[in-house]
């Protein structure tokens, strides 16, 4: 082989290699599909508010949710609540007398009638609770009881947003030290000139 094809050769080896580092170094776009930020269920940042309920607790959740307060016609709920997100997406937290004793009792009871995938040990701030992914679509509940009242969180199993949300209510969640029932009205004079007061007898 002469001087002047080994050159040639030699010259079209180190294009090759140069062209190969060029579009091997050059960034590569992104898909059209692929997110600018991949958000893991630890890498979600969600801003507080805080809901005091007058029943005599308080936690916080998300700005993002709306809280409604469902009136219902029970005398053993204290408080049932549904927190909204813009899409639709809502949870459920729910304060009543329980007719069960423990939370072994309740857990036989609800997977009678319930498919469970899922099932764990938790904490309701430093009450032991049970935590369960159920149903379909998936939601996950958070159950714990205590001198006769249970508590029930259940969110959407869909998105790290809704297990910081769980994770965000349940390590809140607080108790007041003195009642904050509301209330009746104090009532005011009759035109018949009687007052009732309240837990005394009527006056004239």
Same mark, same amino acid.
């Given at each position: 082989?002469?001087?002047?094809?080994?050159?040639?050769? =030699?010259?079209?080896?180190?294009?090759?290699?140069?062209? +190969?580092?060029?579009? =091997? #170094?050059?960034? $590569?776009?992104?898909?059209?599909?692929?997110?600018?930020?991949?958000?893991?269920?630890? +890498?979600?940042?969600?801003?507080?508010?805080?809901?005091?309920?007058?029943?005599?607790?308080?936690?916080?959740?998300?700005?993002?949710?709306?809280?409604?307060?469902?009136? #219902?016609?029970?005398?053993?709920?204290?408080?049932?609540?549904?927190?909204?997100?813009?899409? +639709?997406?809502?949870? @459920?937290?729910?304060?009543?007398?329980?007719?069960?004793?423990?939370?072994?009792?309740?857990?036989?009871?609800?997977? $009678?009638? @319930?498919?469970?995938?899922?099932? $764990?040990?938790?904490?309701?701030?430093?009450?032991?609770?049970?935590?369960?992914?159920? =149903?379909?679509?998936?939601?996950?509940?958070?159950?714990?009881?205590?001198? +006769?009242?249970?508590?029930?969180?259940?969110?959407?199993?869909?998105?790290?947003?809704?297990?910081?949300?769980? $994770?965000?209510? #349940? @390590?809140?969640?607080?108790?007041?030290?003195?009642?904050?029932?509301?209330?009746?009205?104090?009532?005011?004079?009759?035109? @018949? =000139?009687?007052?009732? #007061?309240?837990?005394?007898?009527?006056?004239?």
């Amino acid at each position: 082989m002469s001087k002047k094809v080994r050159l040639l050769v =030699g010259l079209g080896i180190t294009l090759i290699i140069g062209v +190969g580092v060029f579009f =091997g #170094l050059k960034p $590569k776009p992104k898909s059209f599909f692929e997110p600018d930020v991949k958000i893991g269920s630890e +890498g979600v940042e969600l801003t507080p508010a805080q809901y005091q309920d007058w029943a005599g607790f308080w936690f916080d959740y998300p700005k993002e949710l709306e809280v409604t307060e469902i009136e #219902l016609n029970d005398e053993t709920v204290y408080s049932s609540l549904e927190l909204t997100r813009s899409d +639709g997406e809502k949870a @459920n937290l729910r304060v009543a007398d329980s007719q069960y004793h423990d939370l072994d009792a309740w857990l036989k009871a609800f997977e $009678k009638e @319930n498919i469970v995938a899922l099932k $764990k040990e938790a904490l309701w701030v430093d009450i032991p609770a049970k935590k369960l992914t159920y =149903g379909a679509p998936q939601s996950v509940k958070t159950v714990a009881i205590e001198d +006769g009242v249970i508590y029930e969180l259940t969110t959407p199993a869909s998105e790290p947003f809704w297990e910081q949300t769980q $994770k965000m209510i #349940l @390590n809140s969640f607080g108790f007041s030290t003195e009642a904050e029932a509301v209330e009746p009205p104090t009532p005011e004079a009759e035109e @018949n =000139g009687e007052v009732i #007061l309240l837990d005394e007898a009527v006056v004239e």
